[in-house]
């Protein structure tokens, strides 16, 4: 992996049009912050950009758009004078012809793992390192969010608004306590090296991102205000924090064998931003540091015990409540005594906030794929950075930077109890939800009755006591491998997540087979799989998606399915599917007759030793499908046929078979198969309900020979053939009460070879 300098440059602001100098003194809320040094975050971009184009465009167009910012900002522009040896005060200094450093660069680093830095034909980074003496999160915020702003619209400055225009006056900040001189004289004592303020991490470091989802932090308040419904400061961020708090002191415990010292006191440190509460207020504009830091304590002993999490938001809300109430705390700076009086060591101290919402600077390119807070890593004790999620509201992102083994730790303690919540909170509910459904879907709770020994029919029996085989279960599994429509899984990394059904029974010459069975798996903090295994004997798409889509709409309402319209309540008479020709006699008669292939192993898997069995999801859009139907009808306007469904089923029948011939001969004359399942309830005269339960499917199979699917028409004969297929059937009213369809099907079992099994909901 290498890195490599295109231009390093000085930009400064225009000549004309911003200020000639700038001297503004600093506060006493700047002074604290001489001993943290810089400001370092990163944001990534996915951008699909040769080096050419970076070139000539990206970089001239934000050379540009960051002079004109830097008009607006210039003392990000100028220097901090610290005047160490005499008895002046530091100030931020800018005079004309001050300039900043901008660097720009090519890597070949992996843009999707991970100065101005481009990823050729992945994306771009921005890299940004400032001060903190010189101004606070909310000022760089902005000043981001300005050049973003400026670079998307090509430099047309109207479009800021007053609040991302800074406010420069440094009398709105009232030192009644003479705190800046004291403070100022306390720091030339034991100033460090301001010119190696950055810390090179320990090379053991490692990085990762936490998502607090929005769900969660509210069964967490819950559980707080059960607990604790007189406390006054519930938020997300004292709930997001402590949280993270409390798994970051067990995780240590977690990997060293150190009894837990119960005298030693654990800190959370955390800012707050002053503007709106000084008085008068500042504007949210002010430029500078606005912030007094928040010190939190609690016991080692406390955080990990079994109450560790309610004490942990229990101190950090009451701090937070003591220290802002109180205007005369603030001015008389006793929050920058306390926090020089913290051991470090035991201290988690927080970067960033909820309120900044960095995901939303937009350069043009669109919204930023990746936010990372690097100075985290300089920390002497622990730092977490938090801001909002890029991709839901209210959801938080966490990032942490700590050595790997207690990272390892930390992430199995965090998923472990999120995972609590699962317990809590989730099952309950499902189960509570499909006990209400399966009172609606009572054949799905039952077994299937064969009499294979008797003259006897089948049936679906229920009877009091009979109940659905329901498992929950917790994985480590990768979540968002899993649901990635980029990648082509291995089958078998899915069958982990379905359920096993429950062995058939037998009692004198009659079996009982269970018909359901659900699986609700959790991959903690990223999502739940619920996997329904049934038999299709019982009902086929229709009816199991009715079922699901039931479930599901209980679950959401609490149980309450009064007054909606989406609840589906199933249909049960089965007089009125007709069977003039004794079709269902002569099936049964034939099933029992293959009893033991067709009900010894109903759940079928792929052998243990085929391991090139994959996965894949295709998507077509829809664009695409208009110029594939286009193209059909071009050649053949005349087809009666001509769905999406039609051009995607020939599309794919016809890419199948191609692909088949790639790795072996086969005989030109073969006929390939494309099988279909058409939900019939419409068809019938008269016509079946849409809720009706039970299997409605007809099968329409088209059938071609192998030599003039994988031809350069293809395509269009597949397509044409299923078409036409679907066209001749549906005018057939015959076709399936005289068991035609079942002839098809078997004659196409025997003869061809099938590629495609598809359902149709509608044709």
């Excluded at 040094?37 to 540009?64: A, E």
């Excluded at 004109?68 to 005499?86: D, M």
Aim: aromatic share 10%; with cysteine; net charge negative.
């Amino acid at each position: 992996m290498t890195s490599l300098l295109i231009e390093q440059c000085q930009v400064a602001p225009p000549p004309h049009g911003g200020a000639a100098e700038l001297t503004l003194p600093l506060t006493y809320f700047d002074h604290m912050w001489f001993v943290f040094g810089y400001m370092r975050r990163i944001l990534f971009y996915k951008l699909s950009i040769s080096k050419l184009d970076f070139v000539q465009n990206i970089i001239p167009t934000l050379k540009h758009s960051l002079s004109l910012t830097l008009k607006h900002y210039t003392p990000l522009v100028g220097n901090i004078a610290c005047p160490l040896n005499s008895s002046g005060y530091p100030e931020l200094c800018y005079v004309t012809g001050d300039s900043v450093s901008d660097t720009f660069t090519e890597t070949d680093m992996d843009f999707n793992h991970l100065i101005v830095t481009l990823f050729p034909n992945l994306g771009i980074s921005i890299g940004f390192s400032n001060h903190h003496v010189a101004c606070d999160g909310n000022i760089i915020v902005k000043f981001i969010r300005t050049w973003g702003l400026l670079n998307k619209l090509r430099g047309d400055e109207q479009c800021l608004a007053n609040e991302l225009i800074p406010f420069y006056d440094r009398s709105v900040i009232k030192d009644p306590y003479k705190q800046g001189t004291i403070i100022w004289d306390e720091m030339k004592q034991n100033m460090p090296e301001i010119g190696d303020i950055i810390v090179i991490p320990p090379l053991d470091r490692v990085r990762g991102t936490f998502i607090m989802e929005r769900n969660n932090i509210v069964k967490l308040k819950n559980l707080i205000l059960s607990r604790r419904p007189n406390l006054s400061y519930v938020t997300s961020f004292t709930i997001t924090c402590a949280y993270i708090w409390t798994c970051l002191i067990k995780s240590k415990f977690a990997i060293e064998d150190e009894m837990i010292d119960e005298d030693v006191m654990e800190i959370f440190g955390c800012v707050a931003d002053c503007r709106s509460r000084l008085n008068p207020p500042l504007p949210q504009s002010y430029f500078g540091n606005c912030l007094v830091t928040i010190a939190s304590k609690a016991s080692r002993v406390e955080l990990v015990g079994k109450e560790g999490f309610i004490t942990a938001v229990e101190v950090i809300g009451e701090a937070i409540k003591s220290q802002m109430k109180d205007v005369e705390l603030i001015l008389n700076c006793s929050w920058y005594r306390e926090f020089c009086g913290i051991n470090m060591k035991h201290t988690l101290s927080v970067s960033g906030s909820p309120k900044f919402n960095l995901y939303e600077v937009d350069f043009g390119w669109g919204r930023p794929e990746k936010i990372e807070i690097i100075s985290i890593d300089n920390s002497s004790g622990i730092s977490m950075s938090i801001s909002k999620y890029k991709d839901s509201h209210g959801d938080l992102e966490v990032g942490l930077s700590l050595p790997k083994t207690r990272m390892n730790a930390f992430v199995a303690i965090f998923n472990h109890g999120l995972s609590f919540f699962f317990i809590q909170n989730i099952i309950p509910t499902l189960k509570h939800s499909l006990s209400l459904t399966l009172k609606h879907y009572l054949p799905l709770v039952g077994n299937l009755v064969c009499p294979w020994n008797s003259t006897g029919y089948p049936e679906l029996r229920y009877v009091p006591g009979d109940s659905v085989s329901v498992t929950f279960s917790e994985t480590d599994k990768d979540f968002d491998y899993l649901v990635s429509y980029d990648h082509i899984h291995n089958a078998k990394d899915f069958h982990p997540f379905v359920p096993k059904m429950a062995e058939p029974k037998d009692a004198s010459g009659v079996q009982f087979t269970p018909v359901l069975a659900i699986q609700v798996t959790l991959f903690p903090n990223h999502g739940i799989s619920i996997s329904c295994i049934s038999h299709h004997v019982v009902g086929d798409e229709s009816t199991i998606v009715g079922f699901i889509n039931s479930w599901a709409l209980l679950n959401k309402n609490k149980g309450n399915d009064d007054h909606d319209d989406k609840f589906i309540v199933p249909f049960y008479d089965r007089s009125i599917v007709k069977d003039p020709y004794g079709l269902g006699d002569c099936i049964w008669e034939e099933t029992k007759k293959h009893k033991k292939e067709m009900m010894s192993d109903i759940i079928v898997t792929p052998p243990d030793n085929n391991n090139n069995m994959v996965r894949g999801t295709f998507t077509i859009r829809r664009d695409h499908i208009e110029k594939l139907k286009n193209l059909i009808l071009l050649t053949r306007p005349s087809l009666a046929h001509v769905t999406s469904y039609t051009v995607v089923g020939g599309y794919a029948w016809s890419c199948l078979v191609k692909s088949e011939g790639a790795n072996e001969i086969i005989n030109e004359n073969v006929m390939e198969c494309f099988g279909c399942g058409v939900n019939y309830r419409a068809r019938f005269d008269p016509p079946l309900p849409s809720s009706y339960f039970g299997n409605c499917i007809i099968w329409y199979i088209a059938s071609k020979k192998h030599v003039d699917l994988v031809g350069d028409e293809g395509f269009r004969v597949a397509t044409e053939s299923i078409g036409e297929i679907i066209y001749e059937r549906n005018k057939d009213k015959e076709y399936v009460s005289n068991g035609e369809w079942l002839k098809e099907v078997g004659g196409a079992s025997n003869e061809g070879r099938y590629l495609c099994d598809c359902w149709i909901a509608k044709i």
